[in-house]
């Protein structure tokens, strides 16, 4: 698991930002990529949500 600490992601895009035509200033084209080579090929899931430190990325095993 990693976070940051530059804040919440906005809930109207936070369901989005793995689809690949997802186009964000702070997010872009890489999580799409980055979601399908560690679920697809490594068998692992990887999600996102808000806490309260920032954003939590979480890679489980």
Do not use: Q, T, W
């Not at 989005?16 to 979601?35: N, Q, R, V, Y």
């Not at 808000?50 to 489980?60: L, P, Q, T, V």
């Amino acid at each position: 698991m990693f976070s940051d600490n530059d804040g919440e992601i906005s809930i109207n895009i936070i369901d989005k930002i793995f689809e690949p035509d997802f186009m964000e200033k702070d997010f872009g084209f890489s999580l799409f990529i980055a979601k399908n080579i560690i679920e697809k090929k490594m068998n692992i899931k990887f999600s996102v949500r808000n806490a309260k430190e920032g954003a939590e990325f979480r890679i489980e095993v």
